[in-house]
């Protein structure tokens, strides 16, 4: 059975830092690509980061370069976010999403994020 557990959300100020896990079971996970995607209140779900090659390679959305770095351990089967100098409209939740070798797509339940002051 697939699992994916999201931890790490909270509340934080802005200019502040969070980092965010997921860990993952129930497939290969250093051959899955993991993603972080987030979820604004009354917004589309969007891309974040991605970590694929068994970490060798990432992605990031435009917008979050040199602030947010996804990394992973394919030891412990977690893969982390890293979210620096965060902003108010990094208020969201935050999904893990795996897709597997096989092409099969899997989420977290989420976790939530609220930037405040």
């Known amino acids: 059975q697939v699992q994916l557990v999201e931890s790490g959300g909270g509340l934080v100020q802005p200019g502040g830092s969070l980092r965010l896990s997921c860990a993952a079971s129930?497939?290969?996970?250093?051959?899955?690509?993991i993603s972080w995607y987030r979820q604004a209140p009354g917004q589309e779900r969007d891309f974040v980061a991605s970590?694929?090659?068994?970490?060798?390679?990432?992605n990031y959305a435009d917008s979050l370069k040199g602030r947010f770095t996804i990394s992973r351990d394919n030891v412990l089967n977690t893969v982390y976010l890293q979210m620096n100098s965060l902003k108010f409209d990094g208020t969201a939740v935050y999904y893990c999403?795996?897709?597997?070798?096989?092409?099969?797509?899997?989420w977290g339940q989420g976790t939530q994020v609220i930037v405040y002051s």
């Open positions: 999403n795996a897709q597997t070798e096989h092409d099969y797509d899997y």
């Open positions: 129930g497939f290969t996970f250093s051959r899955a690509a």
């Open positions: 970590s694929f090659n068994a970490g060798r390679s990432t």
